[in-house]
């Protein structure tokens, strides 16, 4: 069956100038224009296309990787506003419209927004919502502890932020986890630091585990004493804000990668700081 807003698998049935014709395991056919594609496909290749609505409505296939599929969320920019709605860019021939219903919050154009792409289930068309909580749901978690997912920054909260995790719950990224510049909409990678009761995740965007955790900090330190001459007035009785301001680093972060690098005799520890061997 060719899904609409996805990615489909499909098979070349028929090849000409104008385009191909792509046929799904149950026969379905769609057509592909030549203009939608930049490579040359022989017949009875397999292709993967994106399935979207064309001007009129009725499905059409291309190559072009869409800003937003079915089921996903992305931060989109609005294009315009009518009677019928909000009306946002897709990267698509048409806008994608955002019924007032499905408007969570006054949205303006030229601004942008997180979205959720929903398919109505009695026109079958594809749809925005501006409403993300009722689109997430942590009672059946698809994920356990430690492991990679995708992340979508929602909101700042007092915590630290809020995020969307593999386009489908709610996660939390504390602020003593980040070091980084953050903004709504950002997506990055993560890993699910633990899963608390009522399946609340703690969300860290730092490698897992002791040597993961680790290296990209001694990077940072190296490279701070040798843009510095091989020399760096921080030690362990230096504040965290001044270390913080120097690497971008925590205190706990920078006392174990100094660690790290006396061991391996890549540095020496004297009152004044540290010095590059």
Known sequence: ??????FNDLKVSKSEDSGYTLIDDEGTE?????????????????????????ILGAKKATL???LIALGEFAFLTVSSTDEQGVYVDWGMEKDLLIPPK????????????????????????????????????NDDLTIEEGEEVDLMVQRESDMGFAVIVNHRHRGLVFENEV???????????????????????????RPMGYRNTVDPDVKTVLNGLEENQGFLPLTDKSKPDLIMVELNLSK????????????????????????LV
């Open 64 to 66: 072009k990787k869409p």
């Open 179 to 205: 070091f980084q510049d953050l903004l709504i909409g950002d997506t990055l990678r993560g890993y699910v630091k633990k899963i608390q009761s009522e399946n609340r995740l703690d969300i860290t965007i």
């Open 1 to 6: 069956m060719i899904q609409l807003g996805k």
């Open 102 to 137: 499905q408007e969570g919050e006054r949205m303006e154009e030229g601004e942008s927004y997180i979205i959720f792409m929903y398919q109505d289930r009695e026109s079958g068309k594809l749809y925005g919502s501006n409403k993300i909580e009722k689109r997430l749901s």
């Open 252 to 275: 706990k972060a920078f006392k174990r990668a100094v660690g790290f690098l006396y061991k391996e005799r890549m540095i020496e520890i004297k009152e004044d700081g540290i010095y």
């Open 30 to 54: 769609i057509f592909l224009p030549s203009e939608k594609t930049d490579k040359e496909l022989e017949e009875g290749a397999n292709v993967s296309v994106f399935v979207y609505p064309g």
